[in-house]
């Protein structure tokens, strides 16, 4: 049987709709939630994601400014101004978008937001929230992914997850999430050995490789849920996921696309993040 197709944008549509009413509400009561992203360089990726996060913001009512720095920026000034943004009142989320140009230390940078003001949810005091299963700023598309299974009623305790990637910012926290969902989770990486031992007992694969196709059909369970957090462009400049959806959509229960799928999810969860930071909760 054909999987269902986890269609992130629908789910983004009706979650944004419910964000756009609370922050009319907050608008009445005087609060205005205010997003600043901080762009540097000129790569046409970030540019392109930073417009989405602008776009996405206006949208629901936050309010975003963007400041553009030269490639050339020093560490020092990107410090500072990251300083100067922890102490503005009006500020409540702070995101740098990443990759920085070669010559900045990124943990530092990540280091210097206010916790309180790290919508991305990369200061390590979020992430160790996060392991204690603390209140915390979730990183955006390991939180969205999390949003999509639940969306489907999929059941995440005591299901063994695999976790194809160990970034920092996707596959890492995407397991401990699932954790404390009550998964069992195995995180397969780059150094990996026989892989598909591993891809083909998971009820729930999650894949954030960064490599087109590389997930077929043989490296599932029948029935395994599959969400495909890769973003690739192919030659003649088409967006694709990491795993190879028409292989594999007649094997798993669920599936998501790309596009469509993890990507807008990502953005929609950086507007509730700013929503929180707004309302102080954490
Ligand atoms: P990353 O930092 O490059 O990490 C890639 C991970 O994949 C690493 O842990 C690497 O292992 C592992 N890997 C590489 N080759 C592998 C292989 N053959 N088998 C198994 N694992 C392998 O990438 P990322 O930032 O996590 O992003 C992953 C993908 O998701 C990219 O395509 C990115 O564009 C996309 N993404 C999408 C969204 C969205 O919103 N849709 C958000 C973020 C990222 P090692 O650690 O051993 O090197």
Redesign the pocket.
Known sequence: MAAEIINGQLLAKELRRNMKNEIAELKQKGLTPHLTVILIGDDPASHSYVRGKEKASAEVGISSKIIRMDKTVDQKTLLTKIAALNKDENVHGILVQLPLPKHIEEQKVIEAIDPAKDVDGFHPINIGRMMVGQDAFLPC?PYGIIEMLKSKNIEIAGKHVVV????N???KPMGQLLLNENATVTY?????QD?KSYTKKADILIV????AN?VDSSYIKDGAVVID????RTEEGKLTG?VDFDDVKEMASFLTPVPKG??PM?ITMLLSNTIKAAKGLS
Do not use: E, F, L, Y
């Not at 957090?229 to 690739?232: Q, S, T």
């Open positions: 598309t194809m990637g160990r970034s910012i996707v596959g397969c990486h780059s150094k990996t892989i954030a490789v960064g490599k590389i957090v890769g973003v690739n990491d993890v990507g990502t």
